[in-house]
């Protein structure tokens, strides 16, 4: 290749070079345990002390605590063949195998505190150490924490309760993860929970464990800030669970001021006020019991009055919606979105203009529900068919 010609692919390289430079996304630096621990390690080994007369196979790593993001202390324990602190040359020592234990702090790769024995400044090399430093976490980071500790944390997922719609999970994990990754913090706890790197671009399947990991976060745990503490709420365990209480500190310490027993279950019922249709006249569905005797359908269609076998009452999670659907002909039901018409379809799932037991659905308006608790009833026979507001469903409770 001739001079001339090699300068200009040379040029050529170097503009490519510099394109890729400007317009390639700069991600945040991974910051490991492994990588930082190698740099505790070998702060500890060069510094005097055990430089001195430190015995270098009785160095080992005793204890590790997770600062924030990218920050690490670590404790090591070691033995040395003479009692006290940094170089010391020149001094008369008796010659005692002393034990030594090395707190160090690592925070993106920098040394930023070295305790020797909780009284020798390993950085300055001096009597007196600064006061260890306190986590510091992100809201997020608190939030993982506390599902962390409790484990097996219960929410209602939107995009399977009321309706599940299929593929609906991974469309939402598309289109919401550019919000999402705008959320630094969020981002950030995500992606350290998850493993993951900070790239350019993430996989169809990746931004789908992100966003599991976003409605975890979101919906799992109730945080309320005052000053440097949070007031969290959170349910554990599905069905019989439990219903925590308590607050946490911005450095991550942990108080539990409640515990109850909790029934944690998605609330696929009615909503309270609902009339029942009985041979005595309609009944508030929270007033109905074992034994009472309510109107239901058999399997030719013809009404017959049966006792009620079982109810429930279902309290409801935080941000619960109900759907009122009204018809052409007056009747109006509210209830749960999940909750099954005569025909196992959910009520949430009709549109205007649909039939419904009868009748043209005119509208259907999801709205915010207060009354802390759905309601549901199953009344003897073979099809668990029931009238609320006049309106034919299916009771919940069957098989």
């Known amino acids: 290749m001739g001079r001339p010609r090699f300068i200009v692919v040379m040029a050529l390289l170097a503009i490519v070079s510099l394109f890729l430079g400007i317009f390639t996304p700069a991600c945040r630096p991974e910051y490991t345990i492994e990588e930082s621990e190698k740099i505790a390690r070998n702060f500890v080994r060069n510094e005097a002390t055990f430089r001195f007369d430190g015995i270098s196979e009785t160095l080992q790593l005793a204890d590790t605590t997770a600062l924030g993001p990218g920050s690490w202390e670590f ?46 400044d390993m950085m300055n090399q001096q009597l007196g150490v600064p006061p260890a430093p306190k986590p510091a976490y992100t809201v997020f980071e608190l939030e993982y924490l506390l599902i962390a500790k409790f484990g097996n944390v219960f929410y209602v997922d939107p995009d399977f309760y009321p309706v ?26 995500i992606l350290a929970h998850l493993g993951l790197p900070d790239k350019s671009d993430y996989t169809d399947e990746e931004k789908l464990l992100i966003y599991r990991e976003h409605k975890k976060l979101v919906r799992a745990v109730e945080m309320s800030a005052t000053g440097n503490t949070y007031h969290f709420v959170l349910l554990v365990g599905e069905d019989q669970g439990e219903r925590i209480e308590g607050t946490i500190t911005g450095s991550g310490e942990i108080t539990v001021t409640k515990r109850e027993p909790s029934f944690n279950t998605y609330p696929i019922c009615l909503a309270g006020g609902i009339l029942i249709d009985t041979p005595g006249g309609p009944m508030p569905v929270e007033q109905v019991r074992k034994g009472t005797i309510v109107w239901t359908i058999d ?101």
């Not at 001094?91 to 070295?114: D, F, M, S």
């Open 164 to 189: 599940a719609r299929e593929g609906q999970e991974e469309t939402n994990a598309r289109q919401q993860f550019a919000a999402i990754r705008a959320n630094a913090d969020e981002f950030a706890a």
């Open 75 to 120: 404790v090591f324990r070691y033995d040395s063949r003479a009692a006290g602190h940094g170089d010391r040359t020149g001094q008369v020592l008796p010659q005692v195998i002393t034990p030594h234990e090395a707190r160090v702090t690592v925070t993106n790769y920098k040394i930023t505190r070295g305790a020797l024995d909780d009284e020798w």
């Open 299 to 399: 399997d030719s269609g013809e009404r017959l009055a049966a006792t009620v076998v079982e109810t429930s009452t279902t309290p409801v999670p935080p941000s619960f919606r109900v759907v009122t659907v009204t018809l052409s002909d007056g009747r109006r039901v509210i209830a749960s979105p999940g909750h099954p018409t005569a025909d196992g379809k959910a009520l949430g799932s009709y549109q205007p203009g649909d039939t419904l037991d009868g009748a043209w659905v005119v509208t259907v308006e999801r709205v915010d529900y207060l009354g802390g608790a759905t309601y549901d009833i199953l009344p003897a026979g073979p099809t668990g068919l029931y009238r609320a507001n006049g309106v034919l469903l299916k009771s919940t409770l069957g098989d």
